[in-house]
């Protein structure tokens, strides 16, 4: 059996994370779950009890606010499927771990290094591993230079997975669309 990798992304509370838990559900096999948040305030509390009530009880549930490319490779050995939820907060907090680093190049260097290692450790795993991810690019230009800077940075990275999955998924109003099916091919990609 070869890997298989697969993205949803839509905005927020679009129904992604539920359409990838049913996704991940209906692949069969034992489920892992790598969740990647990390509890900062109420709100994100609320947020992560929410998703815990969601998943079965049999599936693993592994957190890796950091090193998640170890986490999935950790998950593969016995799940079948692996549900990363989500690459954006796993984008967050590398671009925080990556604070000392002055330069925005660097940082960006720093986070799409550790994504090649999240998508080299599902090539390498024989599970269908499903990366959830927010759409952060759609709304307005946020207002300060850290804002922009994760809306770039989270762009590049959806882009990155998006090009090494074997499916994507947009969700929108909790109804999902193959859009790498549908997307335009060129000479250039």
Request: glycine share 6%; charged share 20%.
């Amino acid at each position: 059996m070869r890997s298989k990798i697969v993205l949803v992304t839509g905005g927020a509370r679009s129904g992604k994370s539920t359409f990838a838990e049913q996704y991940a559900a209906a692949a069969g096999g034992p489920v892992a779950y790598i969740a990647t948040a990390q509890v900062g305030d109420e709100e994100m509390r609320l947020r992560v009890e929410l998703h815990q009530r969601r998943r079965p009880a049999e599936w693993l549930t592994i957190e890796a606010p950091a090193d998640a490319d170890r986490a999935i490779a950790q998950a593969a050995q016995t799940a079948k499927v692996v549900l990363f939820d989500c690459l954006t907060l796993y984008t967050s907090n590398l671009l925080l771990a990556a604070a000392t680093l002055t330069e925005p190049a660097e940082r960006h260097r720093y986070i799409i290094d550790a994504i090649d290692k999240l998508i080299a450790a599902a090539q390498a795993s024989q599970a269908t591993v499903i990366f959830v991810t927010n759409e952060v690019g759609m709304g307005i230009v946020p207002d300060n230079a850290l804002a922009r800077e994760y809306r770039d940075v989270a762009g590049k990275v959806n882009q990155r997975v998006a090009a090494a999955a074997d499916e994507v998924y947009l969700v929108v109003s909790g109804l999902a669309v193959d859009i790498k099916q549908l997307a335009l091919r060129t000479g250039g990609r």
